[in-house]
């Protein structure tokens, strides 16, 4: 069970004896572990449930951990992942850097690795992650797509035939609404490797 004061841990393997393995071993942190032993699973599960680090291994059967890991960032931009590797998955590793992880653990699974890699990303990462969509307006998604593709208040006012007034008080209430005061911020909290892939789902 989720507890509110408690970070959540999400870990996705398909391999039971590794969940529990892993399960076991953040239990000194202090924190909540939830398992899936499927991508797909976990992904139902962002869209509801709260989320602080998302675990998973890249090979699995069905949605391997690259696809969970894009499509879990474009739902949760600033969620930061970890990855798992197999002996000789390096390459993968490297690929799941570039589309977002923030760092990968080789198998097996070394406790203090593991321990330092868990707590390494939540200090990178001290807040709860929103989900953009449950607290933007459509409005406000628009706008912030085209704040992202890098127009200002202006260029937005003349595609929307809005006031720049009007779009302004918009984008104010974006910065409220996910906690920051300026457009470095903004594009740091979204934590963005490729724009498009946020932009998709807006």
């Known amino acids: 069970m989720q507890t509110p004061d408690?970070?959540?841990v999400f870990f996705v393997d398909d391999e039971p004896a590794l969940r529990k393995q892993l399960a076991?071993?953040?239990?000194c942190l202090d924190v909540d572990v939830v398992c899936f032993e499927d991508a797909a699973g976990c992904l139902r599960k962002?869209?509801?449930?709260r989320?602080?680090?998302?675990?998973?291994?890249?090979?699995m059967p069905g949605m391997d951990g690259i696809e969970l890991l894009v499509r879990a960032r474009s739902l949760m931009p600033s969620l930061p992942v970890l990855v798992i590797t197999g002996y000789g998955d390096v390459p993968m590793a490297v690929r799941a850097l570039k589309v977002g992880a923030i760092d990968f653990i080789e198998k097996p699974l070394k406790r203090d690795t593991l321990l330092h890699a868990v707590r390494s990303a939540f200090a990178r990462s001290p807040q709860t992650h929103i989900r953009i969509a449950d607290v933007l307006t459509r409005t406000e998604k628009e706008v912030l797509r085209m704040i992202v593709q890098g127009r200002n208040a202006r260029e937005i006012a003349s595609i929307r035939h809005?006031?720049?007034r009007t779009v302004e008080d918009h984008r104010t209430r974006i910065f409220r609404k996910l906690g920051v005061s300026n457009l470095v911020e903004l594009l740091n909290k979204l934590n963005l490797l490729r724009p498009e892939?946020?932009?998709e789902h807006l």
Request: net charge positive; with cysteine; proline share 0%.
């Open 197 to 199: 892939d946020l932009l």
């Open 24 to 27: 076991r071993t953040l239990g």
């Open 46 to 49: 962002l869209h509801t449930d």
């Open 6 to 8: 408690r970070r959540t």
């Open 162 to 164: 809005r006031s720049v």
């Open 51 to 59: 989320c602080d680090l998302l675990v998973t291994d890249v090979k």
